[in-house]
């Protein structure tokens, strides 16, 4: 074995996390440049040549930000559209209204339970957070009291619940039942996601200080108050469109024939960039011109929110950058060789898998993929007779550990205005425990089954 491979492999890949945190969070240097950095220091002790580094983390930032970028840009404006108009006002006061303020968070978590079924979680959270902000305004708590459960329910449907995309390249991996995947991550999501979500939250936010002022917060909530806000209905329905055409796509085969032009239609609009591009176009009618909006504001509107989500991009890139780098220096195929040795039960392996992959990749959706291929073979070999507990257990892996080569860590820290060490505290933590409870309900739900 040779120093750059194996064992050392591994060595080198947690030194560069924990130099990583260091850096960032201790001595408080500029995370883009210190990602960037340490990403490049990897790729040279684990070996790859030279010449591939550069090459290697700009495809990583690229294929990152090619999605990344569009979605945060196009929800940003969406969002821009609903807080100018009132509607973000307009939903914050009828979700209060119906749940009480002393309740705001139990309605964050059950309306990000909903909305993020078919959505990345990236899409669903830039869709949501204009209302976080403004319920968190009105009713006068820390954003992170609605916005932590929000974060919770939109994290537990992307890893359990079909038919989010990711939970369902698990199911056809294991060769699972829809119906009974979608039923089993009912009953362990929600309580995941309450326990993780609003009961967590109240435990935490009393020991998280934010700075008194949020640029992000500002653009949706400081504004002139509106005499007359548009209807609840059209504002939801608004929100909902790109909800409904995702859907629409990712049941394209169902409803057409596969390969027909009406089919390409459905997975063209279906695409969560063209999604959230007619709902943005659609809301300059809706939530601008109807509501006496000229085309000027409107363009002054969605001019002026793009800036503050400048660094959000470069973060996320950055972090595109260094999953790249630790699976081109092979160190997801040490981290799968190694797991490979242990005798374990196939839950048991599908949890770990993805929960290392996660750990070194920062991606929820290769964790799940990466570990559902390796295990399902297994499982099939063994005879395990519940593959939609697999589902589970894969996905409840997927999950585990947020940390600075994840984009989501980089939107909850920029966007609540926390420091690297408060967001360890709040949406790390949070990931993990989704991770450890819906791994233990999917352990107790095999032990009845």
Same mark, same amino acid.
């Given at each position: 074995?040779?120093?750059?491979?194996?064992?050392?492999?591994?060595?080198?890949?947690?030194?560069?996390?924990?130099?990583?945190?260091?850096?960032?969070?201790?001595?408080?240097?500029? *995370?883009?440049?210190?990602?960037?950095?340490?990403?490049?220091?990897?790729?040279? %002790?684990?070996?790859?040549?030279?010449?591939?580094?550069?090459?290697?983390?700009?495809?990583?930032?690229?294929?990152?930000?090619?999605?990344?970028?569009?979605? %945060?840009?196009?929800?940003?404006?969406? /969002? @821009?559209?609903?807080?100018?108009?009132?509607?973000?006002?307009?939903?914050?006061?009828?979700?209060?209204?119906?749940?009480?303020?002393?309740?705001?968070?139990?309605?964050?978590?059950?309306?990000?339970?909903?909305?993020?079924?078919?959505?990345?979680?990236? !899409?669903?959270?830039?869709? $949501?957070? *204009?209302?976080?902000?403004?319920?968190?305004?009105?009713?006068?708590?820390?954003?992170?009291?609605?916005?932590?459960?929000?974060?919770?329910? $939109?994290?537990?449907?992307?890893?359990?619940?079909?038919?989010?995309?990711?939970?369902?390249?698990?199911?056809?991996?294991?060769?699972?039942?829809?119906?009974?995947?979608?039923?089993?991550?009912?009953? !362990?999501?929600?309580?995941?996601?309450?326990?993780?979500? *609003?009961?967590?939250?109240?435990?935490?936010?009393?020991?998280?200080?934010?700075?008194?002022?949020? *640029?992000?917060?500002?653009?949706?909530?400081?504004?002139?108050?509106?005499?007359?806000?548009?209807?609840?209905?059209?504002?939801?329905?608004?929100?909902?469109?790109?909800?409904? $055409?995702?859907?629409?796509?990712?049941?394209?085969?169902?409803?057409?024939?596969?390969?027909?032009?009406?089919?390409?239609?459905?997975?063209?609009?279906?695409?969560? !960039?063209?999604?959230?591009?007619?709902?943005?176009?659609?809301?300059?009618?809706?939530? /601008?011109?109807?509501?006496?909006?000229?085309? =000027?504001?409107?363009?002054?509107?969605?001019?002026?929110?793009?800036?503050?989500?400048?660094?959000?991009?470069?973060? !996320?890139?950055?972090?595109? +950058?260094?999953?790249?780098?630790?699976? =081109?220096?092979?160190?997801?195929?040490?981290?799968?060789? $190694?797991?490979?040795?242990?005798?374990?039960?196939?839950?048991?392996? /599908?949890?770990?898998?993805?929960?290392?992959?996660?750990?070194?990749?920062?991606?929820?959706?290769?964790?799940?993929?990466?570990?559902?291929?390796?295990?399902?073979?297994?499982?099939?070999?063994? +005879?395990?007779?519940?593959?939609?507990?697999?589902?589970?257990?894969?996905?409840?892996?997927?999950?585990?550990?947020?940390?600075?080569? =994840?984009?989501?860590?980089?939107?909850? @820290?920029?966007?609540?205005?926390?420091?690297?060490?408060?967001?360890?505290?709040?949406?790390?933590?949070?990931?993990?425990?989704?991770?450890?409870?819906?791994?233990?309900?999917?352990?107790?739900?095999?032990?009845?089954?």
């Amino acid at each position: 074995m040779t120093p750059s491979t194996g064992f050392w492999l591994l060595i080198y890949a947690v030194v560069a996390i924990i130099a990583l945190i260091v850096l960032i969070a201790r001595y408080r240097l500029n *995370p883009f440049i210190v990602i960037t950095l340490v990403s490049v220091g990897l790729a040279l %002790v684990a070996g790859m040549p030279a010449n591939t580094i550069v090459a290697s983390y700009e495809a990583g930032v690229g294929k990152t930000l090619g999605h990344i970028a569009l979605v %945060v840009a196009l929800g940003t404006m969406l /969002g @821009k559209m609903m807080a100018e108009s009132g509607g973000a006002e307009q939903v914050a006061r009828t979700l209060i209204a119906r749940f009480g303020e002393r309740n705001a968070h139990w309605a964050m978590v059950c309306i990000a339970f909903l909305v993020g079924l078919p959505l990345f979680f990236e !899409v669903g959270f830039v869709l $949501l957070v *204009p209302i976080a902000f403004t319920v968190a305004r009105r009713v006068g708590v820390s954003i992170l009291m609605v916005g932590l459960p929000m974060v919770a329910g $939109l994290s537990v449907v992307h890893a359990l619940v079909p038919p989010h995309p990711a939970a369902m390249l698990a199911v056809q991996s294991y060769h699972a039942s829809v119906g009974q995947t979608l039923f089993y991550a009912v009953l !362990v999501g929600i309580p995941t996601a309450i326990l993780a979500g *609003p009961v967590y939250a109240r435990f935490i936010v009393p020991k998280i200080q934010l700075p008194a002022e949020n *640029p992000l917060a500002e653009q949706f909530t400081e504004r002139e108050p509106r005499k007359q806000l548009p209807g609840f209905g059209v504002t939801i329905g608004t929100i909902i469109l790109p909800v409904v $055409l995702m859907l629409m796509g990712g049941w394209a085969n169902l409803i057409s024939t596969p390969g027909s032009v009406f089919n390409q239609f459905l997975q063209f609009i279906g695409n969560s !960039v063209i999604a959230l591009l007619v709902a943005t176009l659609v809301s300059f009618w809706t939530l /601008g011109l109807a509501q006496g909006f000229n085309r =000027d504001a409107i363009l002054k509107f969605t001019n002026e929110c793009l800036a503050p989500t400048a660094t959000i991009t470069l973060l !996320v890139g950055a972090g595109g +950058g260094l999953n790249r780098i630790l699976i =081109d220096a092979g160190v997801t195929t040490e981290i799968v060789g $190694l797991a490979r040795e242990f005798n374990l039960s196939p839950l048991m392996m /599908g949890w770990l898998f993805a929960a290392l992959m996660r750990i070194a990749t920062g991606s929820a959706t290769v964790a799940m993929t990466t570990a559902s291929g390796i295990v399902a073979p297994v499982a099939l070999g063994l +005879g395990y007779p519940h593959p939609e507990l697999l589902v589970l257990a894969t996905g409840a892996g997927s999950v585990i550990f947020s940390h600075v080569n =994840d984009g989501g860590f980089w939107l909850i @820290k920029e966007y609540f205005n926390m420091t690297v060490t408060q967001t360890f505290k709040t949406w790390t933590v949070l990931e993990t425990l989704i991770s450890i409870i819906a791994f233990l309900l999917t352990l107790a739900l095999a032990a009845v089954l």
